[in-house]
């Protein structure tokens, strides 16, 4: 095995495990976040989480593949990269701004950063690549959620 598909694996596996404690605790935090804003919509539940979760990672799926095929120099690896090692902070913000635990905040920092910072080899991440990640993950992320609470009732 090359250390390019060792280091992509690093990051889905990552990403899987970062995902499997947010498909548990997501429902109870949308709750959380309806209850406090008045917004019923952003409630999803378990069904809903997961799905959005499975859309999210076809996409992680796929660019780690194509980091292994490249030698980690998939512009889409790259991004997904970045962007996921950027999405930490954004849990790690989202639990603060809560005042308490929010889905994936226990595994972003303990695993989603480790195995993206492998996965970049060492490199920091570009700002191309971390702006090219934030835009695709947030609207990966939105599109999954619209999907999913299409799809799932």
Not at 56 to 85: I, K, N, Q
Not at 105 to 134: E, Q, W
Request: hydrophobic share 50%.
């Amino acid at each position: 095995m090359t250390t390019a598909a060792k280091r992509a694996g690093a990051l889905f596996a990552g990403w899987l495990l970062h995902d499997i404690e947010e498909a548990f605790a997501f429902p109870s935090t949308t709750a959380m976040l309806a209850q406090r804003t008045g917004n019923t919509a952003l409630a999803m539940n378990h069904r809903q989480s997961v799905v959005s979760i499975g859309l999210v990672g076809v996409l992680v799926g796929v660019s780690c593949w194509r980091g292994a095929r490249t030698g980690g120099e998939s512009r889409l690896f790259r991004a997904v990269t970045a962007g996921l090692e950027g999405h930490v902070f954004t849990h790690v913000a989202a639990s603060i701004a809560a005042r308490g635990y929010t889905a994936g905040v226990i595994t972003a920092p303990t695993i989603m950063l480790p195995a993206a910072r492998f996965a970049r080899g060492g490199a920091p991440a570009s700002t191309r690549s971390t702006v090219a990640g934030a835009v695709l993950l947030v609207g990966a992320a939105a599109c999954a959620h619209v999907i999913a609470r299409k799809l799932v009732r």
